[in-house]
Nanobody, 124 residues
Framework: QVQLVESGGGLVQAGGSLRLSCAAS????????MGWFRQAPGEDREFVAT????????YYAESVKGRFTISRDNNKGTVYLQMNSLKPEDTGVYYC?????????????????WGQGTQVTVSS
């Protein structure tokens, strides 16, 4: 089992920045690829970013490419999502997830564990 706890969400004006963190406990963090997803009200959950277990590869949704950066610290068991130049359409609940995969997964069903989510609201 892996427990994931997100933090760092909040209310920010358009153009601002936030840094989300996801702390993992339980099984060895460095075995897992990690991802971030988000869900806006009334919308399906969508992929945001993913990173391989050693941090060597990352992949982003087109909508966030160039604005968001995913990173991880395996010593701390934490994955981060730095979000810059935020837009109102970035509003939603952000979830981190862990996957026992050797590649960076982009689909929700590829992930084995999920956090409870943290709310991000971007005002215009």
């Amino acid at each position: 089992q892996v427990q994931l706890v997100e933090s760092g969400g909040g209310l920010v004006q358009a153009g601002g920045s936030l840094r989300l963190s996801c702390a993992a406990s339980g099984r060895t963090f460095s075995r897992f690829a990690m991802g971030w997803f988000r869900q806006a009200p009334g919308e399906d959950r969508e992929f945001v970013a993913t990173i391989t277990n050693n941090g060597g590869r990352t992949y982003y949704a087109e909508s966030v490419k160039g604005r968001f950066t995913i990173s991880r610290d395996n010593n701390k068991g934490t994955v981060y999502l730095q979000m810059n130049s935020l837009k109102p359409e970035d509003t939603g609940v952000y979830y981190c997830a862990a996957a026992q995969r050797s590649y960076p997964p982009t689909r929700g069903y590829e992930y084995d564990y999920w956090g409870q989510g943290t709310q991000v609201t971007v005002s215009s």
